[in-house]
């Protein structure tokens, strides 16, 4: 069985790719994980507010994997299996696939315009050789049709 792993944020190219990975998931009637990133908050002088910045955006991801994997189930009857990490996220994400060998794919959304994003950049640069599976990218740009079209 397949298993696509999506990492989430609140970014169109994000939601692009978990349509992506959603529908390819049910044609061939893999999984689902969703995996949230929240990157450590610089640093702020006080300790005691930069732990109410860092648990606000932890909340803030946790919430919003919990509503997208609510939108898959109810599409597709599956229950994504969902992962909120905090760090780099680079390392986040290698650590993670390192952790869940069952992963048989890693799908990252880029962007419409300008920099694809950090995660693609490096993934498809440098990383792609450090990769245990194989990466889809997939452009926001694509519409909801041809998206279900090529999954």
């Given at each position: 069985m397949r298993?696509?792993?999506v990492i989430m944020?609140?970014?169109a190219e994000?939601?692009?790719a978990l349509r992506f990975a959603s529908r390819r998931a049910a044609k061939t009637g893999g999984d689902?994980?969703?995996l949230a990133l929240v990157p450590r908050q610089q640093f702020v002088a006080f300790g005691g507010v930069q732990a109410t910045i860092e648990e606000e955006a932890r909340s803030r991801a946790e919430v919003l994997i919990t509503s997208l994997a609510g939108n898959v189930f109810s599409e597709s009857g599956k229950m994504p299996a969902i992962a909120v990490r905090q760090g780099d996220g680079v390392k986040v994400v290698t650590d993670y696939l390192a952790d869940h060998p069952e992963v048989a794919a890693l799908?990252?959304?880029a962007a419409a315009e300008g920099s694809p994003g950090p995660l693609v950049t490096w993934?498809?640069?440098a990383g792609?050789?450090?990769l245990p599976c194989p990466l889809y990218i997939v452009p926001a740009s694509l519409d909801e049709s041809r998206l279900d079209d090529l999954s």
């Amino acid at each position: 069985m397949r298993t696509y792993l999506v990492i989430m944020d609140e970014t169109a190219e994000a939601g692009t790719a978990l349509r992506f990975a959603s529908r390819r998931a049910a044609k061939t009637g893999g999984d689902l994980q969703l995996l949230a990133l929240v990157p450590r908050q610089q640093f702020v002088a006080f300790g005691g507010v930069q732990a109410t910045i860092e648990e606000e955006a932890r909340s803030r991801a946790e919430v919003l994997i919990t509503s997208l994997a609510g939108n898959v189930f109810s599409e597709s009857g599956k229950m994504p299996a969902i992962a909120v990490r905090q760090g780099d996220g680079v390392k986040v994400v290698t650590d993670y696939l390192a952790d869940h060998p069952e992963v048989a794919a890693l799908v990252l959304g880029a962007a419409a315009e300008g920099s694809p994003g950090p995660l693609v950049t490096w993934f498809s640069g440098a990383g792609i050789g450090t990769l245990p599976c194989p990466l889809y990218i997939v452009p926001a740009s694509l519409d909801e049709s041809r998206l279900d079209d090529l999954s």
